[in-house]
């Protein structure tokens, strides 16, 4: 139902735009986020959307770099990544909640996930 593309091989400082599309209508009361692993850690947040509201919210660790829109016409939600760094270095899945959380339990749908890799 979610299908994430866009990743590839960047070099630090780079940008990336990850998209997110929604085989079906997304509502406004929905939030969309997307979420990081690395080999050997926990699925991190990184930021999330509210659909009809447009409000967002970002981590620390990308806030002022990492950048959700959405386009509703097109169901697709989107993560625009400036001034990438090495440790941006993850798999990246989109997800569905109900909620506006940075818990990745709260997300009901998930998207497979694209991997996105930072050279120094």
């Known amino acids: 139902q979610l299908q994430a593309s866009g990743g590839g091989l960047v070099q630090a400082g780079g940008s990336l735009r990850l998209s997110c599309a929604a085989s079906?209508?997304?509502?406004?009361?929905?939030?969309m986020g997307w979420f990081r692993q690395a080999p050997g850690k926990e699925r991190e947040f990184v930021a999330r959307?509210?659909?009809?509201?447009?409000?967002?919210y970002y981590s620390d660790s990308v806030k002022g770099r990492f950048t959700i829109s959405r386009d509703s016409a097109k169901n697709t939600v989107y993560l625009q990544m400036n001034g990438l760094k090495p440790e941006d270095t993850s798999i990246y899945y989109c997800?569905?909640?109900?909620?506006?959380?940075?818990?990745?339990?709260?997300?009901?749908?998930w998207g497979q996930g694209t991997l996105v890799t930072v050279s120094s």
């Open positions: 959307i509210r659909w009809g509201a447009r409000t967002t």
């Open positions: 079906s209508r997304i509502f406004s009361s929905a939030v």
């Open positions: 997800a569905k909640a109900t909620v506006a959380s940075t818990s990745a339990g709260d997300y009901n749908t």
